[in-house]
């Protein structure tokens, strides 16, 4: 499964680096106008990080028609290079932008998707990637993680390239399901990673293994009894 941050903020993403296997970074509109950095100073630093990680940036284009998509697609593409993933919503002028973007040789997620064939029109048509958004689906009554689930199912099916990316989790539960189900990729808050590995069994196997050791060896480490 491929681990991608979702949040504007270029410290945060490198704090979550620093301690778990990520794959890259995901914005949208949305959470860049929450940063209270200008997007072009947020944009320079997101160029430098992924020169430096190799790792992918998905990033959104806010215009409304498919050629004003492609346009943004391209100058987007321009600036970043290979390693970013032109986002296009799920409506009509998203779906003839994707065929345009994938003519220019531009990788494509389709995102706020929110049904099972959004995802399958988004593949059909050459999405690299078509991302769900499984809480605002359990929001408007149906069963986010099914959903995925059948979005896999069909993809499998056709045997398809399109890769589905889990975005909008409430829960750890959803997110692991969706790991079973074989979902390829998620994008999460970078509170969500500490989340995802917190268990209190794990917690208080640590505290009995420290105090059988140092009740033995009280304040020694391990290495101090390395032979000379």
């Given at each position: 499964?491929e681990f991608?941050?979702?949040?504007?903020?270029?410290e945060?993403i490198k704090?979550?680096?620093?301690?778990?296997p990520?794959d890259?970074f995901?914005?949208?509109?949305?959470?860049?106008?929450r940063?209270?950095?200008?997007p072009?100073?947020?944009?320079?630093?997101?160029?430098?990080?992924?020169?430096?990680?190799?790792q992918?940036?998905?990033?959104?284009?806010t215009?409304?028609?498919?050629?004003?998509?492609?346009?943004?697609a391209l100058?987007?593409?321009?600036f970043?290079?290979?390693?970013?993933?032109?986002k296009?919503?799920a409506?009509r002028e998203g779906?003839?932008?994707?065929k345009l973007?994938?003519?220019?040789g531009?990788?494509v997620?389709?995102?706020?998707?929110?049904?099972v064939m959004?995802?399958?029109m988004?593949?059909?048509a050459?999405?690299?990637?078509?991302?769900?958004?499984v809480?605002h689906?359990?929001n408007?009554?149906?069963?986010?993680?099914?959903?995925?689930?059948q979005?896999?199912?069909?993809?499998?099916?056709?045997?398809s390239?399109?890769k589905i990316?889990?975005?909008s989790?409430?829960?750890?539960?959803?997110i692991e399901k969706?790991?079973v189900?074989?979902?390829h990729?998620?994008?999460?808050?970078?509170?969500?990673?500490d989340?995802?590995?917190?268990?209190p069994?794990?917690?208080?196997?640590?505290?009995?293994f420290?105090?059988t050791?140092?009740?033995?060896?009280?304040?020694r480490?391990?290495?101090?009894?390395l032979?000379e």
């Amino acid at each position: 499964m491929e681990f991608y941050v979702d949040i504007a903020d270029i410290e945060k993403i490198k704090a979550v680096n620093e301690r778990y296997p990520i794959d890259g970074f995901t914005t949208n509109p949305v959470i860049l106008t929450r940063s209270a950095r200008d997007p072009k100073a947020l944009f320079r630093d997101y160029k430098a990080y992924i020169a430096e990680t190799n790792q992918i940036l998905f990033t959104q284009v806010t215009a409304h028609t498919a050629e004003g998509m492609v346009s943004q697609a391209l100058k987007l593409s321009a600036f970043f290079g290979d390693n970013l993933v032109i986002k296009l919503p799920a409506v009509r002028e998203g779906y003839k932008a994707i065929k345009l973007c994938k003519s220019h040789g531009l990788k494509v997620c389709v995102t706020m998707v929110h049904s099972v064939m959004q995802a399958v029109m988004a593949a059909q048509a050459g999405a690299d990637y078509a991302a769900p958004y499984v809480t605002h689906i359990d929001n408007i009554g149906a069963d986010g993680v099914r959903c995925v689930e059948q979005m896999l199912r069909c993809l499998e099916f056709a045997h398809s390239p399109c890769k589905i990316l889990g975005a909008s989790f409430r829960t750890v539960d959803q997110i692991e399901k969706l790991a079973v189900a074989g979902c390829h990729a998620v994008t999460l808050t970078p509170e969500m990673f500490d989340m995802l590995i917190a268990h209190p069994s794990t917690d208080m196997s640590v505290e009995s293994f420290d105090r059988t050791w140092n009740g033995k060896f009280p304040g020694r480490e391990v290495t101090d009894f390395l032979p000379e």
